[in-house]
């Protein structure tokens, strides 16, 4: 069982510790829960038992200390950091926006996982965008569809698009609509050649967007950070997890009037050889 699957099963985080310990019992011969309490950094050995029990609630450090040894992480872990704040939620308040923040996470985790077939969705770049536009217009052709790019595209690129997406089973016609079986796509299994491809499409539009739009229709943030690789694995991930919390908030959106290109980077501009770096006052 994984912890990082199993996780978004329960509304209940005492119940979800509870079968992922019964689960170690059953699979692991050393286990006890002085074991687990000792691998997972409680002082206490009897800690887990009684948060099980509903008689003690997880701390944000004992949050962490369980998902660390369940080996939790990405959306999974936040979804797990979020459902015992839910649990423990002193207000109404604090319940509501936790609940709705569960919502929003489950939304985005219901993705269609793009195979080989797909992997011609990322040849062009407005492909995923007619896609959306397609989706979210009434009655729409290729013509009009083209005119609502920024700036537009022609008709014969965007009914290329339409073709390809009809031909690999990610956009289908029912009636004068077009429809999608799947509001969110997984590109965890295209090769990564693919995808810096598409990358490189998309950065080139960024580019274009800078010089031709306004401030106040586009962001553009940045920041020159001096950081050791353990800081930048946790820039990483606050990374990837703004990229999660911007995609469940579009998931839940229901009155769209626009489709953007959200990108988020961090990359090394230059090393600091051992010897030459300066010991922190």
């Known amino acids: ?78 979804y797990f950091r979020t459902l015992v704040r839910h649990n423990q939620a002193e207000t109404p308040q604090e319940r509501e926006e936790t609940l709705e923040a569960m919502k929003k996470a489950r939304g985005a985790r219901d993705a269609k996982r793009l195979g080989r077939e797909h992997w011609k969705y990322y040849d062009r770049w407005e492909t995923p965008i007619v896609r959306e536009l397609a989706t979210w217009t009434e009655g729409s052709d290729a013509t009009q569809i083209g ?32 429809v999608t079986d799947d509001a969110v796509l997984s590109a965890i299994d295209v090769p990564g050649q693919v995808l810096r491809e598409a990358r490189t499409q998309f950065l080139l539009r960024s580019i274009e967007a800078a010089e031709r ?48 290109v959200v990108s988020l980077q961090a990359f090394p501009v230059a090393k600091i050889p051992r010897e030459s770096r300066r010991r922190s006052l």
């Not at 595209?153 to 009636?175: C, F, P, V, W």
């Open 1 to 78: 069982m994984d912890p990082n699957q199993a996780i978004w099963e329960y509304g209940d985080y005492r119940a979800f510790l509870k079968a992922e310990i019964e689960h170690w019992k059953l699979t692991r011969k050393q286990f006890s829960l002085r074991w687990f309490a000792d691998r997972a950094g409680f002082s206490s050995h009897s800690f887990v038992g009684l948060v099980i029990s509903g008689k003690r609630n997880l701390g944000p450090d004992g949050v962490e200390k369980i998902g660390r040894i369940f080996k939790m992480k990405g959306p999974s872990m936040e």
């Open 147 to 178: 005119n609502m790019f920024v700036p537009p595209l022609k008709t014969e690129r965007i009914r290329d698009s339409i073709e390809l997406l009809q031909s690999i089973g990610l956009l289908r016609r029912e009636g004068d609509n077009w």
């Open 213 to 260: 739009l306004p401030p106040t229709d586009r962001h553009a943030s940045w920041a020159i950070l001096s950081a050791s690789r353990k800081t930048l694995d946790e820039v990483f991930r606050l990374l990837d997890e703004a990229r999660q919390n911007c995609l469940a908030e579009a998931v839940a959106d229901p009155d769209v009037d626009g489709v953007y």
